[in-house]
């Protein structure tokens, strides 16, 4: 009972010093999310197991500032399953210092929700939309990305880079 306490009060402590909120979504949710932006955003579908995921969000976070005067938004959804929604993916997020919109994709058919997404997207982790409503800019990776590709293609979403 002793241990029981105590681990309940440290998942309770972790999550009160997490400040990051992960919204539970469907992908239609994520689909009005980016309809409804005023505003460039580069989302980006990845999962706390996922080494190359984890290895390419502090690039984006690094663009999102380098462009915030463009006001770039970097969501990023998970995919994590549903047992790690929200501890698992908190802990992660807190132990990276990610800084993002945080969606949790709450769908298990990926025939459903991975063309919502983008058409080209087969599912492949991590994969990344960059999408400006104002100019109908959209490019799609379905790959890993370096700093250099990051940033290339966040200055081609806010119309700097040709």
């Known amino acids: 009972m002793k241990h029981l306490i105590i681990t309940a009060s440290l998942i309770l402590s972790a999550l009160v010093g997490f400040t990051q909120t992960i919204k539970k979504v469907k992908v239609t949710e994520v689909e009005e ?33 380098k462009y ?11 995919l994590d399953f ?16 990610f800084e993002a919109t ?13 063309p919502k997404i983008d058409p080209k997207w ?14 109908g800019y959209r490019k799609f990776f379905g790959r890993p990305m370096t700093d250099r590709q990051i940033d290339l293609e966040v200055g081609r979403l806010v119309g700097l880079k040709k």
């Open 102 to 114: 945080f969606f949790w994709l709450n769908e298990t058919n990926a025939d459903y929700f991975c």
């Open 122 to 135: 087969d599912g492949t982790l991590p994969s990344t939309v960059y999408i400006n409503p104002a100019t």
């Open 82 to 97: 549903a047992k790690s929604y929200p501890t698992k993916i908190a802990g992660q997020i807190n132990k990276k210092h």
């Open 33 to 65: 999310y980016v309809k409804n932006s005023d505003h460039p955003i580069v989302l980006n579908c990845w999962a706390t197991w996922c080494a190359p995921c984890n290895e390419e969000i502090p690039y984006f976070m690094e663009s999102v500032k």
């Open 68 to 78: 915030s005067e463009q006001k770039v938004e970097l969501v990023l959804v998970s």
